[in-house]
């Protein structure tokens, strides 16, 4: 049971209509935004909750054991609650929400009901469906080492070694022709190999978009010029003249580690790791392979 206030218990045994909902979300970039379904805004522990945003909150559900919980959040899409750009931009990607039950004739008295992490947000025209998951998501992530035959670190990482900073790993240039949301080519990037940046990361350092970044889905070498392709649309439209910045990309495999970054005593994977076609051969006299011995000799 989770402690309640002398005057919330009040209020609830009383039946009394004086309470609603407030959502307390916290972006990854240190952003803190405050909404209610209250009708006027409310004030506690330093934010302001804005009654301004029509947010819905349907059931919720908390399950034992390991199970996710979770529910739904529904609302309007306004600059002045959650902008539309700011979604598209995954500025709300797995943002902490914390909802609080509050007596709105006295927000002293409230208790925090429970705390989740955005997950898939669903948007028509001028309003959103953002879901909720309960914090026992996070058991589903991957932890530890994984035993592959692929790189499990990611490049530039302090595992990897490579510094993304030397000017053989990244470019910087504006956009000369662009689709619009996720495609772009610049002759700054003429100078590079194809897929030299496919993998790496591309981030905007001046118009609407800057700070925004994505993951590259190709990069292709063409004559003058380089074109890009983001796994993300932007939020805002790219525009010829928006500057960018870009780090070359790695596939993981042992080759590119070796031929690209020269780089094999920080690989962390395992490509000599016999695979399933392995495990499953039928073993033949005289095949070399199925005696037990090395299979790189």
């Not at 709105?104 to 925090?112: E, G, K, N, Q």
């Amino acid at each position: 049971m989770r402690p309640l206030s002398p005057t919330l218990s009040a209020r609830l045994a009383e039946g009394a209509t004086t309470l609603a909902r407030c959502w307390k979300l916290m972006r990854r970039d240190g952003v803190t935004q405050g909404f209610t379904d209250h009708d006027r805004d409310l004030s506690f522990g330093g934010v302001v909750y804005a009654a301004s945003t029509g947010l819905e909150a349907a059931d919720t559900e908390s399950q034992l054991g390991f199970a996710v919980g979770g529910g739904d959040v529904a609302g309007a899409l306004s600059s002045a609650s959650l902008d539309e750009a700011d979604l598209a931009a995954g500025r709300y990607d797995a943002a902490a929400v914390e909802v609080w039950l509050v007596d709105w004739s006295d927000p002293a008295s409230r208790v925090l009901l429970d705390v989740y992490v955005i997950g898939e947000v669903r948007r028509t025209p001028g309003a959103f469906v953002a879901e909720l998951r309960g914090l026992a998501q996070q058991l589903d992530t991957p932890r530890g080492r994984t035993f592959q035959p692929a790189c499990s670190a990611d490049l530039g990482d302090a595992r990897c070694g490579v510094d993304l900073a030397l000017p053989a790993w990244r470019a910087t240039g504006a956009v000369e022709a662009t689709d619009g949301a996720s495609a772009l080519a610049s002759s700054a990037l003429q100078a590079f190999p194809d897929a030299f940046f496919t993998g790496g990361r591309l981030t905007f350092t001046s118009g609407p978009n800057a700070g925004w970044g994505s993951e590259v889905k190709d990069h292709r070498a063409t004559a003058g010029a380089g074109e890009v392709h983001l796994w993300r649309p932007s939020g805002d439209p790219i525009a010829a003249g928006h500057a960018f910045a870009i780090t070359a990309g790695c596939d993981k495999r042992l080759a590119t580690c070796a031929a690209r970054f020269d780089n094999v005593a920080n690989f962390r994977g395992f490509p000599h790791m016999p695979g399933n076609d392995f495990l499953l051969r039928v073993a033949r006299n005289g095949d070399v392979a199925m005696d037990g011995g090395s299979l790189f000799r």
